[in-house]
């Protein structure tokens, strides 16, 4: 196993990750089990997330994969008790699941004059289910996994839930309007929650990435044949460091500083950017 930054010491305790097949809670989920937690890896796509748990196991680590469907609540329930049972009571979770879709996307950043004559998605276009998914998607699908894992965490000394918020939380992104509203309620739900469970042993945190290439993002950032798009050299222009972020090591350093119950043990209903200085760079 490789060691984990900050020395942060997650032994015997398990970890739980939503969405733990993608880019960024694959990497999470790694970084958890560096850090020795027993990770329970989450995801729609089972076959995803048992590719991630063999690596995890090839490396030394323990872990195991479950199919579970975010915005199924009884679905949620029924794999906490597995988790529970396989691994032992949830300590941590990590709400990851989260995406955008199409459908909730607009064609342009500004509405025009001739827009609603021409053959381009505006924003009275935007597909309603498209939207609903999107949301539902991103906030329901930390509500209900919240539901189903923090009872195991009443009244237990050490246990805390980590939120992936994103920049548009701060500033919405042109173009993905639901994205960015649902992560905004991402953002609110995590102080919410800091509250409401700051007197049972539950800190509640967020982090909020900024642009780090995924497979939500892909196609806004990159075209077809691999060059950069406009809004890609828009971003890089806005980001302070001029780059995007290593999905690898990048953001292991704030999840496992919020996990920390040494150093962040009165830390609770903050949301960290981790933007290389997006959110802090006004344009001139």
Known sequence: MKTNVLNTDLTGKVAVVTGAGGVLCSNFSRVLARAGAKVALLDLNLEAAEAVAASIVEEGGVAKAYRCDVLDKENCLA???????????????????????????????????????????????????????????NFIGALI???????????????????????????????????????????????????HFSKVGIRVNAIAPGFFVG????????????????????????????????????????????????????????CIPVDGGFSAYSGV
């Open 145 to 195: 996994p919240t539901q189903a894992f923090a009872k195991q965490m009443v009244g237990r000394e050490g246990c805390s839930i980590l939120n992936i918020s994103s920049m548009n939380a701060y500033t919405p992104l042109t173009k993905i309007p639901a994205y960015s509203g649902a992560k905004a309620a991402i953002s609110n739900f995590t102080q919410w929650l800091a509250v």
């Open 215 to 270: 497979k939500q993002n892909a196609s806004l950032l990159f075209n077809p044949d691999g060059t950069p798009t406009k809004r890609t050299e828009k971003i890089l222009a806005a980001t302070p460091m001029g780059r995007f972020g290593d999905t690898e090591k990048e953001l292991a350093g704030a999840v496992l500083f919020l996990l920390n119950n040494e150093a962040a043990s009165f830390i609770t209903g903050v």
């Open 79 to 137: 794999v906490a008790e597995r988790t529970k049972a396989d691994l032992g009571p949830c300590d941590v979770l990590l709400n990851g699941a989260g995406g955008n879709n199409a459908r909730a996307n607009t064609d342009k950043e500004y509405f025009e004059n001739g827009d609603l004559d021409a053959d381009v998605k505006t924003f009275f276009d935007l597909d309603k289910a498209g939207v609903e998914f999107v949301f539902n998607l």
